[in-house]
Every structure is written in C-alpha cells, then in structure tokens.
C-alpha cells in the first residue's frame, strides 16, 4: 500500500476566542492539527471580527490576531516560535492545547483519519470556523 492512501491517526482542537470571560462567550477562531504518524503539526486561523465585535465592541482585535499568529508561528517551528522552536510536533501540539484561561483558548481535543494532514486542517477550518 502507497503512503500516500494510507490514513492515519489524527489529533485536533479549535482555537477559540473568549473575549470576556466573565460570560463565557466564544467563537471559534482556528484549528490545531497533530499527525504523529507524519510528524505534522499545523494550525490554520480565521478571524471573524464583525463576530467578534458583536460580542465585545471593546475587545483588542490587534492583541487576538497577534495570539493566533503565535500558535501558527509555534507549529511551522523556526526562529518566530522561540523556544518551542526545539521541539518536536508532538510537544508542540500538546503545549498548545494545554488549558489555558486567555482570551485565545483551545477546545477539547479530538480524533480522525486522514490521509492528508495539511487538507484536513483546511476542511476542518472551512467545516468549523469559516
């Protein structure tokens, strides 16, 4: 059987934006994706800030997108992901998806196949955020 027909395990969660926590309040805002078996991590982001406003007329846009920008910057590797820049995709992923109370926080993680990671983060971008 060729690689390329072959599906594999994967992991994901959402990205959510909680701009006032307080009433708990979020929309989805990007995905993570993890493939062990291919040693992939990707995250994909989409800002709906009319969305987002309507939750929050107040919220800091520039200080959201700059969060989400992080967690792409943090799966791509390389010199913007600082020290998780190290690591492997795994670690990374399991950093990213960690609970944390932010205003960009991840969702429950969850399992596929796929035989494509990088098209699976964009149907599941184009299916849950878009």
């Not at 060729?2 to 701009?19: G, N, S």
């Not at 609970?99 to 494509?116: E, F, N, Y």
Request: charged share 30%.
């Amino acid at each position: 059987m060729e690689r390329a027909t072959e599906r594999d395990v994967f992991e994901y969660a959402l990205l959510r934006v909680v701009p006032r926590i307080e009433r708990g309040e979020t929309i989805n805002a990007g995905v993570v994706v993890y493939c062990r078996a291919r040693s992939f991590v990707a995250a994909r982001t989409h800002l709906d800030v009319g969305r987002l406003r309507a939750l929050d007329p107040e919220v800091d846009v520039d200080g959201v997108r700059a969060a989400l920008h992080a967690v792409e910057c943090v799966c791509r590797g390389g010199e913007a992901a600082g020290q998780a820049a190290a690591d492997d995709a795994g670690r990374r992923f399991r950093w990213l998806v960690a609970p944390r109370s932010t205003v960009v926080q991840p969702g429950p993680v969850h399992t596929g196949l796929t035989a494509d990671p990088e098209a699976e983060v964009e149907r599941l971008l184009d299916l849950l955020v878009r």
